[in-house]
């Protein structure tokens, strides 16, 4: 449709208000919620997210983008019945307990945010136990580590073994990242999900919650 | 001693120091600890490890206040601290290079994201910088180095906060730029040809570059720079890019290897040089060196 295009392409430019109006425009003539947010709001941050890999657009768009996706998803949110009323689900992020490098993690939570997910930032330094009881109070789907420093890297693993001994292994499920995090190590620890960089994360944390 | 504008007006290649944390963290600072805290707590460790770059024959060592402005020292309570924290960093820099070096102030980003892409005002930002910027020039730091930027609006301002608390003191001022397949930017979009001219509008003494890449990639943001500003140049590359090992995070460049990439820098007219992430007394030494063969540009 016309409209939904129209606000994938506003939100791609950053008008906030534009996309609101639209968004309104949209639903006064029966687009549904659901629609306006998947396929006008959500593809719109994606292809935001894809252009800012390619380094056509840089973290600058990628902010007034995700201003703009949260107004869009201010107008939609409210309709939204029951589960869905989550937008996309809740993610818990932070950096790893000694790690203070939190750039890539907060350049992630942005973009999370611009895709529609509840993000709820630990922040840096951030103990194993408090990611879980995060999780747990919040109802979140994903948590999501980050690590700059390998001696920090082992505290990923003691998070995906707490989540196991509380017995949310499979329910809250787990992504890694940071500059010396492999795919290898998120295997080895028995995390569901590796990201190679914010735009990758986004789209892995998509794929954990089922929500493409 | 002879100023930094001085020694820069008549073509001297000076060294700059290398990593602060990583020297702290060796000593005892604990992780998710305020590093600038130590200035009121530890001041006798910021002492040592200024002597310490100061015997490996840095010409211009740190006091240890890159996260010095109230706007990023308030997270941990500290931001009414600023300017105490400011002066005693300088002080005990300081008594740590007793006369053997020149004594900079840095300043690092605020933390915050300015409008409209963040919370922050330019008013805002100003003011935090302003404080630290008096501090520093009060407790008399020889020169303010503004460091790893990526917002070119942000670095212009604490430029100008500087540059207005103490017009007398030099002001150094680098970004931190990625390499992408369309050349270099920082992550908020700022290439080298917009970050001199911001930078050099808001009143810089020296331009360049800092952190986030390794020799080779600064031998190339260098050459960028040279043919872009009359300004003179100051490069910080990292010890190359951290790779993990078993015992922890690895930075693969070697002080001999930093050091043969310096001649490629100093080779280009790069009047500051000196290290960031990874770098440690060992690599300074090894610049030194490297400068000491070489002589002026």
Redesign the interface.
């Given at each position: 449709m016309e409209i939904l295009r129209e606000i994938a392409e506003s939100l791609g430019r950053g008008e906030d208000r534009r996309v609101a109006e639209l968004a309104r425009a949209a639903l006064a003539v029966g687009t549904t919620p659901k629609e306006v947010l998947d396929r006008g709001l959500i593809l719109g941050m994606a292809d935001v997210g894809e252009r800012f890999r390619?380094?056509e657009?840089?973290?600058?768009?990628v902010?007034?983008a995700a201003?703009a996706m949260t107004a869009g998803v201010e107008v939609v949110k409210p309709l939204l019945a029951g589960e869905a009323a989550r937008a996309r689900g809740t993610v818990v992020i932070g950096t790893i307990?000694?790690?203070?490098h939190d750039?890539g993690k907060n350049l992630v939570g942005i973009m999370l945010k611009g895709a529609g997910f509840d993000v709820i930032d630990l922040g840096?330094?951030v103990a194993p136990e408090r990611f879980v009881e995060a999780a747990e109070r919040e109802g979140a789907g994903v948590v999501g580590m980050s690590a700059?420093?390998?001696?920090?890297?082992p505290g990923m693993a003691k998070v995906v073994d707490l989540l196991g001994r509380r017995g949310l292994a499979g329910k809250v499920r787990t992504i890694v990242g940071g500059?010396?995090?492999?795919a290898e190590?998120a295997r080895e620890i028995g995390a569901d999900a590796h990201g190679y960089d914010a735009a990758n994360a986004v789209e892995r944390v998509a794929e954990l919650v089922g929500a493409v | 001693m002879r100023g930094l504008l001085e020694r820069l007006a008549v073509g001297e290649v000076l060294v700059a120091d290398g990593a602060m944390g990583t020297l702290l963290m060796a000593r005892g600072l604990a992780?998710?600890a305020c590093p600038e805290a130590l200035a009121l707590e530890r001041p006798d460790v910021l002492e040592e490890v200024a002597a310490v770059y100061a015997a490996a024959g840095a010409d211009l060592v740190q006091a240890d206040t890159f996260g010095g402005s109230p706007l990023k020292l308030a997270p941990y309570g500290l931001g009414r601290r600023a300017a105490e924290i400011n002066a005693r960093a300088v002080e005990a820099a300081r008594r740590g290079v007793a006369g053997r070096a020149l004594v900079y102030g840095s300043m690092g980003p605020s933390g915050r994201?300015l409008e409209?892409?963040?919370d922050a005002s330019e008013a805002e930002v100003l003011r935090s910088f302003s404080v630290q910027a008096r501090a520093l020039a009060e407790a008399g730091a020889d020169a303010i180095f503004v460091e790893t930027m990526?917002d070119a609006t942000e670095a212009a301002l604490a430029v100008r906060a500087a540059k207005e608390a103490a017009p007398a003191v030099p002001v150094v001022a680098t970004m931190t730029f990625d390499r992408?397949?369309?050349g270099f930017?920082?992550?908020?979009?700022v290439t080298v040809e917009r970050a001199c001219r911001v930078l050099e509008d808001a009143g810089a003494d020296a331009v360049g570059s800092n952190c986030g890449n390794g020799s080779d990639a600064m031998v190339e943001i260098a050459a960028e720079f040279k043919a872009r500003t009359q300004t003179p140049v100051a490069i910080q590359p990292n010890a190359g890019?951290?790779?993990?090992?078993a015992?922890?995070?690895v930075y693969t460049e070697d002080p001999g290897y930093m050091a043969e990439r310096a001649r490629a820098l100093i080779a280009l007219g790069v009047a500051i040089v000196g290290g960031c992430c990874g770098t440690g007394p060992e690599h300074v030494r090894a610049l030194r060196e490297a400068v000491d063969r070489r002589g002026t540009r």
């Open positions: 390619r380094h657009i840089f973290l600058p768009d902010l007034l201003k307990q000694g790690d203070l750039i840096n330094d700059l420093l390998t001696t920090t890297m500059a010396p995090v492999s190590f | 992780p998710g994201l409209p892409y963040g990526s992408t397949p369309r930017f920082t992550i908020m979009g890019l951290p790779h993990a090992s015992g922890g995070l």
